[in-house]
């Protein structure tokens, strides 16, 4: 039963992979113990180098924050950077970079 289930699991996985091995999609919905809930969704995407992805965050009174982030390695340098800006409920901004190198 247990091989059963990794097969199947497996096979699914393999499919996903198989429609688009470059982008990705998520939804997620978190209730806590007291009935708030909260929702994220996020998409994303590759090409060669470079990647780019996009997030919405809602909280339990309906404000929402946005990201948006890039990355882009170069493979000569063995580095990636990555940038990314976060748009709170009202308009505030925090932009972040960071470099990650062998």
């Known amino acids: 039963m247990k091989a059963l289930l990794i097969a199947a699991a497996t096979a699914t996985l393999s ?3 198989v429609a688009d ?7 997620s919905t978190t ?4 009935g708030g809930s909260v929702h994220s ?14 997030g919405t965050y809602t909280g339990r009174y309906g404000q929402t924050a946005t990201r948006n982030s890039a990355t882009v390695c170069d493979p000569a340098t063995q580095s990636c950077t990555r940038n990314s800006t976060v748009t709170g409920p ?12 062998r």
């Open 31 to 34: 209730t806590g113990p007291y």
């Open 41 to 54: 969704s996020g998409s994303g995407s590759c090409s060669g180098y470079n990647c780019s992805s996009t």
């Open 90 to 101: 009202y308009g505030g901004q925090v932009k972040r970079s960071s470099t990650i190198s």
């Open 15 to 17: 499919l996903a992979a």
């Open 21 to 27: 091995a470059n982008a990705w999609t998520r939804n």
